[in-house]
């Protein structure tokens, strides 16, 4: 699952997690969050976990979580 919550200077904590006994791609579509396509923005995240290089991402993003497992990004969001 997602969840997304919001931090102060206008970013945004957005967690992906798996209960499940596998790995999985989880999925979020930032309109389910209030960023819709028509916005002109896009997501710029930072894995906070394990210090991944920060992505630009339009519209959704996939994350691949290893089972029982979570994996947390700060997102800021940018115009295109």
């Known amino acids: ?10 970013k945004d904590a957005l967690g992906f997690f798996t209960m ?3 790995d999985a791609e ?10 819709t396509a028509s916005s002109g923005l896009d997501l710029v995240a930072r894995d906070i976990l394990d210090g991944a290089e920060t992505k630009t991402y339009r519209e ?4 691949s979580v290893t089972a029982h497992d979570c994996r ?8 295109r």
């Open 1 to 10: 699952g997602t969840l997304m919550k919001h931090l102060d200077g206008g």
């Open 20 to 22: 499940d006994e596998q």
């Open 26 to 35: 989880i999925p979020a579509t930032f309109a389910n969050f209030g960023l």
């Open 60 to 63: 959704y993003m996939r994350v």
């Open 72 to 79: 947390v990004f700060v997102c800021e969001p940018v115009e």
